[in-house]
């Protein structure tokens, strides 16, 4: 038989975002599960380091570093995220219901991010594969620069699709520039110029497809979407041409 889940309904307001952590944290000492947060006004490092089957559903926007070193909970934003979000995060999954900043997802190790619209400059920036751990971030939106930078594993699928941004290119300057390792997938296609030294998109594989089928239906579960309207379109990925893409800069290869 389940335990029996314990939920609580916290308003964030004006309180300070050390405050507002200290009590999120003695709550969950005290075996609360499920949190709801109401009028989130900018607190910064909400469910950092937290562990385990948590819940947070958190309406108003949150400040930087939400779901730093996190390791299992299910962060789940009814709005727009600040910068930062799944910084060196390990395990779990975070659904952003608007647009992110800069920043997402750097360095993690695991887990899930779910952004519905667009991100900002270095998304993904030194992400990594951990053990048998494979991170995953999906924009619905575009990007901004550098999306992909010096990444070395996991996955970003990048649909181009919910954006504020109809004029502009699918993503930024420079993206996957300097990548070693992981695979950047992009709905349609992305132009040359935006890539990074050294890098092509090409036409994705069938054991590609079934990858991006797994993530695309989970997104769009989460985010209440249309996987097969998703799905409609071709994709291409980018890959790294080298794992040392720098290395003759200092000695050859």
Not at 32 to 44: H, P, S, Y
Not at 75 to 103: K, L, S, Y
Not at 207 to 226: H, P, Q, T
Not at 248 to 253: A, D, G, K, S
């Amino acid at each position: 038989m389940a335990a029996k889940r314990k939920k609580k309904t916290l308003t964030a307001g004006r309180t300070y975002y050390r405050q507002f952590n200290e009590e999120i944290r003695a709550l969950v000492r005290e075996g609360v599960t499920d949190f709801t947060i109401k009028e989130c006004n900018g607190q910064r490092y909400i469910a950092t380091a937290l562990e385990g089957d948590l819940t947070f559903d958190i309406y108003g926007v949150p400040g930087q570093d939400l779901g730093a070193f996190m390791r299992g909970p299910k962060v789940r934003i009814h709005n727009n995220a600040q910068d930062g979000v799944g910084n060196t995060m390990d395990d779990g999954r975070v659904i952003i219901e608007g647009i992110a900043g800069d920043v997402i997802g750097y360095a993690m190790r695991g887990g899930e991010i779910f952004i519905k619209g667009d991100v900002g400059y270095r998304v993904g920036i030194h992400m990594k594969a951990y053990l048998d751990h494979q991170p995953k971030i999906v924009v619905g939106g575009k990007a901004g620069d550098f999306l992909g930078e010096y990444m070395a594993g996991g996955i970003i699928l990048l649909l181009g699709m919910f954006s504020d941004k109809p004029d502009a290119p699918i993503a930024g300057r420079s993206l996957g520039t300097g990548m070693h390792g992981g695979v950047i997938y992009v709905r349609g296609s992305v132009p040359e110029d935006r890539l990074g030294p050294g890098l092509t998109a090409t036409p994705v594989d069938s054991d590609d497809l079934k990858v991006i089928e797994g993530l695309v239906k989970e997104y769009a579960k989460e985010l209440k979407l249309d996987s097969k309207e998703i799905l409609g379109e071709n994709f291409v990925k980018i890959r790294p041409f080298s794992h040392r893409p720098y290395g003759n800069l200092y000695v050859p290869c």
